[in-house]
């Protein structure tokens, strides 16, 4: 809803597009973020930045899901052979490792799919210091996008994972341990490493955001509107990875310490 109200705005060019390019002119000729720092932010907004960075992590998180999921078929078997097969439906569904760094790309590659044909259609002018480039058209700012899905889902990919897998472990625990069964929050480390990672990531892309406007390379509704299309971005890879992944619950023993969860 903040987006199309945000692209109606800017498309009829309403009140808020006027306050906007006002604040635009004003933040990038105030002198209080130095050039160079806000340039710095503004390139982390790149491609040829955010892509490496949420590469390394796709293909970290995949190698640890397949050594997770290993762990889990090897623990099933030996269960299996220790119960005879009589309550292998208990068990979590094979794990999807490869899904979530998968849909990460996805998404990542999905934002040029949206912004380019919404900055064609609307050919918003770009600020003064943008006068006389190659185009028009600055509304969503893509630079904003791919940072926010790439940084995003990078964070989501290293922290989300191992947050529920912390949580079904607790759930699934069978020991008859009502603090187990009632799904308790995760532990402190995991918590404020989840913490940390979440703040970073904001922080890092309002440092683009402001490197953006600060330059001159995009007018401030041109980002939060970039926020509000990564927004969508990132709920539609939680969705999918909620959906598919195939993350089950582990009916772990109360003397059980190898469980497919455990890393």
Not at 146 to 171: C, D, F, K, N, S
Not at 178 to 183: H, L, N, P, Q, T
Not at 237 to 254: L, N, S
Request: charged share 15%; net charge positive; proline share 7%.
């Amino acid at each position: 809803m903040l987006f199309a109200a945000l692209t109606w705005q800017v498309a009829g060019h309403g009140p808020l597009r006027t306050l906007d390019e006002r604040l635009g002119r004003t933040l990038a000729a105030a002198g209080a973020i130095p050039s160079g720092l806000a340039e710095f932010f503004a390139d982390l907004g790149n491609t040829v930045v955010a892509l490496p960075v949420l590469l390394a992590v796709m293909v970290w998180t995949g190698w640890r899901g397949r050594q997770r999921c290993r762990r889990w078929q090897q623990w099933q078997r030996e269960r299996e052979g220790e119960q005879g097969g009589a309550d292998a439906a208990e068990g979590p569904a094979p794990v999807r490792w490869w899904l979530p760094p998968l849909a990460a790309g996805l998404a990542l590659a999905a934002v040029p799919a949206l912004v380019v044909p919404l900055k064609l259609w609307l050919a918003r002018p770009g600020p003064p210091q943008m006068a006389g480039g190659a185009h028009d058209g600055f509304y969503p700012s893509g630079h904003g996008a791919t940072a926010a899905v790439a940084y995003g889902v990078a964070a989501l990919l290293l922290t989300r994972g191992r947050m529920r897998g912390q949580m079904r472990l607790r759930i699934g625990n069978g020991n008859g341990n009502d603090s187990a069964r009632s799904g308790t929050p995760a532990p402190a480390p995991a918590a404020a490493a989840t913490v940390a990672v979440t703040a970073s990531v904001a922080l890092l892309n309002a440092g683009v955001g402001m490197g953006l406007v600060r330059r001159g390379y995009h007018w401030p509704l041109d980002v939060l509107g970039s926020w509000c299309l990564a927004g969508v971005l990132l709920a539609a890879w939680c969705a999918v990875c909620d959906r598919w992944a195939g993350a089950g619950t582990v009916h772990q023993g109360a003397g059980d310490e190898a469980g497919p969860d455990r890393t």
